[in-house]
């Protein structure tokens, strides 16, 4: 197994409405399905779960290239599933953000606390970060 000590690692909380969690998981499954080749070239490591609320769907996630990360956020496609899935959430969505114990703390300066930058602003909700 190997070990990162650089870089950024988000957990990303999603608070769904639960008539639409099943639009939800479809939307994001088009995204990862869609990104797939980005994904095994850019990620260090996904996972994409449920806690013990079926309505709480989580996101860990740590890339090897955030300017990757950010043509990625910039496409159409990107926009329009993210949009999809905000609009399925019943509160914002909340990104809590990490910096390696190698890597500087200055990574987290480009997410700030507060509304996303990053993100789609014409949802039904938002993503903040906390």
């Not at 043509?71 to 914002?92: T, Y």
Request: charged share 25%; aromatic share 12%; proline share 5%.
């Amino acid at each position: 197994m190997g070990t990162i000590t650089t870089g950024v690692v988000s957990i990303s909380r999603f608070k769904l409405i639960p008539s639409k969690r099943q639009e939800f998981l479809d939307a994001h499954r088009s995204e990862t399905a869609n990104a797939a080749d980005f994904l095994d070239k850019y990620a260090n490591f996904f996972f994409f779960g449920f806690g013990r609320n079926e309505n709480e769907w989580v996101s860990i996630e740590s890339w090897k290239d955030e300017e990757a990360v950010d043509q990625l956020r910039a496409s159409p496609a990107f926009k329009q599933i993210a949009k999809r899935m905000l609009d399925c959430l019943s509160a914002p969505a909340e990104i809590s953000v990490y910096a390696g114990e190698d890597g500087p703390l200055t990574a987290l300066d480009k997410y700030p606390i507060g509304l996303s930058k990053v993100h789609p602003h014409d949802a039904a909700m938002p993503v903040k970060y906390v």
